[in-house]
């Protein structure tokens, strides 16, 4: 059968996640205590202060994120290969159906697949952190 596999994504997404999350933590809190002294609300903070000041590392982890995708993408193609109804990785899935006449709701499913896979990669993942967190007493 054709094997699926999202290897890079669970490579390559935590480069984005952690480059944002980054970003995040490094705010100093006495600018959002500020803010809502002032008035501001939750959502006024988050659109006016926390993202504005997280766009470095929103935009370097984008980058990094899509630079290295091309990279495991090359990789992939190259070593792997695409061996139709024997070998087939997920990005090379989503590669053949963008090339096949009216394949583009199938690569966009299968697009779709791989973010639902990531997400569930990054959620597992933050799970097992403060599981971790907590057993340590950090």
Request: charged content about 10%; some cysteine; aromatic content about 6%.
């Amino acid at each position: 059968g054709v094997q699926t596999c999202a290897l890079p994504i669970f490579l390559i997404f935590p480069f984005q996640v952690r480059a944002i999350r980054l970003s995040l933590e490094a705010q100093d809190p006495g600018f959002a205590q500020a803010a809502e002294t002032l008035g501001a609300g939750r959502l006024d903070r988050i659109l006016h202060l926390y993202l504005p000041l997280a766009l470095p590392g929103i935009l370097g982890g984008a980058v990094t994120a899509f630079a290295a995708s091309l990279g495991e993408f090359g990789a992939i193609i190259t070593f792997v290969s695409n061996i139709p109804g024997e070998t087939r990785t997920l990005p090379l899935a989503i590669y053949t159906a963008i090339q096949s006449p009216g394949g583009e709701a199938a690569a966009a499913r299968l697009a779709a697949l791989s973010i639902a896979l990531a997400l569930a990669g990054l959620v597992l993942a933050e799970a097992v952190a403060r599981r971790a967190r907590t057993v340590l007493g950090a």
